[in-house]
């Protein structure tokens, strides 16, 4: 097709959408190229799920444009439906309809003939490791073969692009890793993904790019390596004895960052410039200012740290906890 | 229009297949009703007078009618689970026509709705109802009750998409339809209750619908034909474009 050329599969242009009174989402502009991946972070209730709904044609956008593959999300939605997959946080299969009945079924409303879609069917049962489960209600099945199935059944037309909502929220870390290999192996076929998720670690190991989103807006794009710098790389975390002189220890802290530490009760927090011989320079000048230590860490920034660094005091915003 | 077909066809036969692995819903629709049917016949049966029949003939009309409009409750639930489960988000991120998640669900009630009628018939023979007419005024009589089944279900599809839960679709349709099927000539003559709810009774589309029934099977008088058609047409007029309405926003949100 020509109008897909070399342009990029993904093209979201000043999108807004609203609920009632609440801004969703406020002049979001995205890009994602074709065969990358793409996380989209953000806490709950960030917006995230509502761009995926508007890129996947569930949700008409109240303002703005959202291009994929070329196709405009609202006046090509019918076609754009042909060549995009979308599995969901929810898991979104029949839990009284076996793993081969669902993929049938999902074939089918693809248009494909029940034969061919019964092929399909056993081929992604195959290759998500669901083989022995084929015949079985689905709902007998782990929260993790869910998701697979929910997978194989947004790849049943083998879609260019791919919408993966969360797709390892409440998972146990086994089935997180067995879903992230999966997922590597459709990017390294050039499947172009958008992905949801809360966990850095997630978009640290799946995304080529990140774009952080927070109260409906972008806040943040670029690599996770690069989200961290700006939050300014690593920290030391030092939990002091429970009768331990926490300014002592804030003052003998003090010259190893440009920042000065934090105290919250025992825990003492502090960037640090330099990660070699942070530790060994911690304990040095803890132990000359007569500190009792407990414990003590470097500790890389997580989503957390990122969104604090981005938002400033948006995590207490959002969260709505009450200042002690 | 083909692909409309065929879609609709998909749908149907999946919440086909995943019926017998839901046993509360078939318990629902096979022991409930011959358990009424019973209890009608043996307690209350005795002390009914229905001129003219034996209450066994009048009851089944009666209760069949009562139990096709219940028919649809399959449908309230069923598409609530599904908004509910994220498969109508599912569904919409296909290339499917659109009307074939809610025309494949109301499609599925007529065979589950046939299934019971069945069931209610053979079990009403064999306690001593029989059929009073020609077997093509019985089929007659077979196909207006289909049609009345399909019109309520679009009432519970309505229902289904409207409510917060499966539990709420139950008891709001349980709360709309029972007393209409109560108030009217299903379980007693109508000549028999007080002046207001007779009044009720006799322009309610249950009394209409049965007394067709109970014209094409048994060969009563009073039957209308035009107008139990004209009840279910009306049904489906108001309630199919409100339940497809509220399918797109509850899709949408």
Partial sequence: MAADGDESAITVRGVSKAYGDVQALVGVDLDVARGTVVGLLGPNGAGKTTLVRILTTLLTADSGTARVLGLDVQRDAARLRERIGLAGQYAAVDENLTGLENLTMVGRLYGAKRSAAKARGRELLERFDLVEAADRPTKTYSGGMRRRLDLAAALVAEPPVLF????????????????????????????????????????????????????????????TDELKDRVGGERLEVRLDADA???????????MSDEAPSAEGTLVQVPVRVRNGAIVEAVHRLSEADVGVDDLALRRPTLDDVFLALTGHAAEDGSGEPAP | MRRALSD?????????????RAPELLLAFTVQPVMFVLLFRYVFGGAIRTPGYAYVDYLIPGIIVQNIAFGGFVTAIGLNEDVHKGLIDRFRSLPMAR???????????????ALSMSILLVT???????????????????????????????????????????????SVGFIAVFPLTFISSAFVPVASMPEPLRAFATVNPFTVVVDEIRHLWL??????LWGSIAWSLGIIAVFAPVAVARYRRAAGQ
């Fill in chain 2, 219 to 224: 060969g009563a008088p009073h039957g209308s």
């Fill in chain 2, 99 to 113: 009307p074939a998640v809610l025309a494949g669900r109301t499609l599925s009630d007529i065979v589950t709705n």
């Fill in chain 1, 164 to 223: 993966l909502d969360e797709p390892t929220t409440g998972l146990d870390p086994r089935s997180r890793l067995s879903l992230w290999e999966v997922i590597e192996t459709l990017v390294a076929e050039g499947t172009t993904v958008l992905l949801t998720t809360q966990y850095l670690d997630e978009a640290d190991r799946l995304a080529d790019a990140v774009a952080v989103i927070d109260h409906g807006r972008l806040i943040a794009e670029g690599t």
């Fill in chain 1, 245 to 255: 002189d926490v300014q002592a220890a804030v003052r003998a802290l003090a010259p």
């Fill in chain 2, 8 to 20: 609709t066809l998909v749908i149907a036969e999946r919440n086909l297949i995943r019926l017998p």
């Fill in chain 2, 124 to 170: 009403g023979v064999i306690i001593g109802f029989s059929f009073h007419s020609s077997v093509s005024d019985a089929i007659a009589g077979v196909a207006l009750l289909l049609l009345f089944g399909y019109a309520f279900s679009w009432f519970f599809a309505f229902i289904g998409l409207l409510v917060s839960s499966p539990e709420a679709a139950n």
